[in-house]
Each structure stands twice: as structure tokens, then as C-alpha cells.
């Protein structure tokens, strides 16, 4: 499909418990009845034609949902430590991508441009990429082929930030008009605010 990298492989964080949320808010429909997570796969998966989601066991209907669109599904004890052995294990599970692109499930607004830029860094030769929108950094998070060592040590709670805030090496800032990057879905109230605000524009 246009704009799609073979090369580099899309990693869907979609293993958290939704603890503030009330309910599994991963399976909670946006305004159209999409839910969630099949929102931010399906996004993920038009850039990224190998994209791949580390699950909890018990995850059974996102499981089957993630699937059915075509993503590479693995249910693995590494989410019960957290979203660094999560991503981790997505990572190790690819050595010969050509890079990675890690986006959030709880981020379904981000704009296909957006995930198109970060992609269009990472293909250029960036180390690192991600969006900014207002000065605060944002998702979905592009790596290089070179970080696959330090992705592939992650463990526990520790996601990536410490290798993107890593001073010896280059982080690539797209700045976007995409509010949807900096936007996560914690709370059934951010839910509203968020739309309402893309809404808007």
C-alpha cells in the first residue's frame, strides 16, 4: 500500500491493565463503535505492514481483534513486568527490522500524517524520531536499526524514554500540528476532551 515500510516493523504497546480507566479501556468504542486499540492498530498497520502487539494472557477478545486485522499477536508473561519488557520482547522478536515504530493503543487519535513523518525521519537515516506538538515530545516513537541492543535490555516498567533522553544519541523532533500525540486515554473523561478537541479542528 502507499507509504508502507516493509523494513520497519510497527510495535502496538497494548498490555496495560487500564487501572484509572475503570474498565478495559482498550476494548471501549471511539465515537464511530471502533474500539480503542483497534483504532491505533488499524492506524499503525497502514504505515507498518508488519506490525506486531506483545498481550497479557486474558486478553482473549483484543487478541482476537488485533488479529483479525493483521497484526502479529504474541501473548507473553513479559507484559505482566511491564511496558519496557513488553517492548522488549516485540524487539527481540524482530532482529532484522530495519527500525521500529512503537505507538501507544491508548493513543488512537494520532493522524496517519504524523505516523507518516516519523516514518519518513526513520527512512532519511534519523537515529531516533517523534513528533512535538506544543513543545511536549509525543507518540508514536521511531528506532533505528542502531538501538536494537539498548531496546532489546529494556525491562520492567522502564519503556524507552531513557534511550530517546540517552545525550549520546540523536533524537529527530517533527514538529506537528496533532494534537493526538500527545494525547493518552487514561481516564473516561480524557476520552471526551480528546475528541471534542479533534472535533474541532
Do not use: Y
Not at 5 to 12: F, R, S
Amino acid at each position: 500500500m502507499p507509504g508502507a515500510d516493509a523494513g520497519i516493523v510497527g510495535i502496538l504497546l497494548a498490555g496495560g491493565r487500564s487501572t484509572r480507566f475503570g474498565a478495559d479501556k482498550l476494548l471501549h468504542p471511539l465515537a464511530d463503535g471502533t474500539p480503542m486499540a483497534l483504532a491505533s492498530g488499524r492506524r499503525l498497520l497502514a504505515a507498518c505492514p508488519h506490525t506486531m502487539s506483545i498481550l497479557r494472557a486474558g486478553q482473549t477478545k483484543l487478541c482476537r481483534l488485533l488479529t483479525e486485522i493483521g497484526v502479529d499477536v504474541r501473548v507473553d508473561a513479559a507484559c505482566e513486568l511491564g511496558i519496557g519488557s513488553s517492548l522488549a520482547c516485540a524487539v527481540r522478536a524482530t532482529p532484522a527490522a530495519a527500525g521500529w515504530l512503537v505507538a501507544l493503543a491508548d493513543m488512537p487519535f494520532v493522524g496517519a500524517s504524523t505516523v507518516q513523518s516519523v516514518l519518513g525521519a526513520l527512512r532519511n537515516g534519523a537515529e531516533i524520531a517523534a513528533p512535538a506538538c506544543r513543545g511536549r515530545r509525543g507518540h508514536p516513537v521511531g528506532f533505528s536499526r542502531g538501538c536494537f541492543a539498548a531496546l532489546a535490555s529494556l525491562h520492567g516498567e522502564a519503556g524507552g524514554r531513557r534511550i530517546i533522553e540517552d545525550p549520546a544519541r540523536s533524537l529527530t523532533l517533527i514538529e506537528v500540528d496533532d494534537l493526538g500525540v500527545i494525547r493518552d486515554i487514561d481516564r473516561p473523561g480524557d476520552l471526551l476532551a480528546v475528541a471534542a478537541n479533534v472535533a474541532r479542528r
